[in-house]
């Protein structure tokens, strides 16, 4: 995840939430550098990511759509969101059909993002977040196919990074790159308390991302205190190992 230079980035998140606790920092630290980072939420994760506020007397589906919104925008404004995008695909369960598919492959080639965030390829606990990820993947795919809409320039192959999910070991997932988020840690507190629907994950989130930061002190020499953890995709093309 380069940050020697600007450019855009695109984060896909299954629901209005998961670009806070999992790639917030990322965020804040790219947009702090000039980035223009892309965030679209898929849903508004109203049915299965809301429970506190569907145990509200009288709530309703439209009305926990609204708070949801309003709570990402308000921390997508903490984080130096670039753009944010909800898409209200719904959730439990998500449904990505085609139109979606190419709506989301053009926005690849309109944005030609450097690098892409997005969720792990597997989550027992969530079949919304490896879907999300599969659609992710497959526009991708589709942006770099010259057959699709020919006449509009195809995309390279920008990097794809999965973010860390609740429970990593049950996902499946390893980090293979820590981001040292200590510069804007917070930042992406202030967007972590503006999801007041979830207000159970505000500690749990501050406990990953210490963890995250003591791996990447160890790792190496750098004085870290909070860190969030990335898997690779594709391979790394470097032109020096050093």
Known sequence: MTTASTGTALVVSAHSADFVW???????????????????????????????????????????????????????????????????????????????????????????PRFVLTHSKEDPYNHDHPATTDFAQHARIIAQAHGHEPGVPVVGAPPV????????????????????????????LAAIRCMAGQEHLWEYYTRVALQRGAQAARNSERAVTYGEGYQSVFPHVVESLA
């Open 161 to 188: 990074y999965l973010f860390e999910p609740h429970q990593p070991e049950q996902c499946r997932w390893a980090p293979d790159m820590l981001l040292d988020i200590t510069p804007v840690w917070e930042r992406k």
């Open 22 to 112: 999992r790639a917030g920092g990322a965020i804040a630290l790219h947009a702090e550098r000039g980035w223009q980072v892309t965030v679209i939420c898929l849903s508004f994760g109203e049915r299965g990511e809301s429970a506190k506020l569907w145990r509200q007397p009288g709530m309703t589906l439209e009305r926990v759509k609204s708070e949801r919104q309003g709570e990402a925008e308000r921390a997508a404004t903490a984080l130096g969101v670039h753009d944010l995008q909800f898409w209200d695909l719904g959730d439990y369960p998500l449904t990505l059909g085609q139109e979606s598919l190419f709506r989301l492959a053009a926005v690849y080639r309109a944005l030609r």
